[in-house]
Nanobody, 130 residues
Framework: QVQLVESGGGSVQVGGSLRLSCAASGDIYTSNCMGWFRQAPGKEREGVAN?????????????WYADSVKGRFTISQGNAKNTVFLQMSSLKPEDTAMYYC??????????????????WGHGTQVTVSS
């Protein structure tokens, strides 16, 4: 089992930036894919970005982004391999949501749906105001 803790959320104005962090503990060696999802009130949870982290593979470090955040968000792994970041820039009101970190044992990452993720954090709120 993997435990995930998100941090870094907050309130910013349109055009601002935030960096979310996800600290993983437990059986992190089983997690091949780490991702960020978000859920706004009344909407379904949607994938934001993910990164493939299975060491020794051709696809190590491969990233995926939702079209709505391409060019504005960047997912990365920290120097401490148990940390994943989501750098968010040029934030828009429609980015307002609860953001969740998730881990998957799947051999595929890409635009992996939420149901394929095994472990979830409790979320961190991001609010973008105009």
């Amino acid at each position: 089992q993997v435990q995930l803790v998100e941090s870094g959320g907050g309130s910013v104005q349109v055009g601002g930036s935030l960096r979310l962090s996800c600290a993983a503990s437990g059986d992190i060696y089983t997690s091949n894919c780490m991702g960020w999802f978000r859920q706004a009130p009344g909407k379904e949870r949607e994938g934001v970005a993910n990164i493939y982290l299975k060491a020794g593979t051709t696809w190590y470090g491969t990233t995926w982004y939702a079209d709505s955040v391409k060019g504005r968000f960047t997912i990365s792994q920290g120097n401490a391999k148990n940390t994943v970041f989501l750098q968010m820039s040029s934030l828009k009101p429609e980015d307002t949501a609860m953001y969740y970190c998730a881990a998957s044992q799947s051999q595929y990452c890409g635009g992996l749906a939420p149901r394929h993720f095994d472990s979830w954090g409790h979320g961190t709120q991001v609010t973008v105001s105009s």
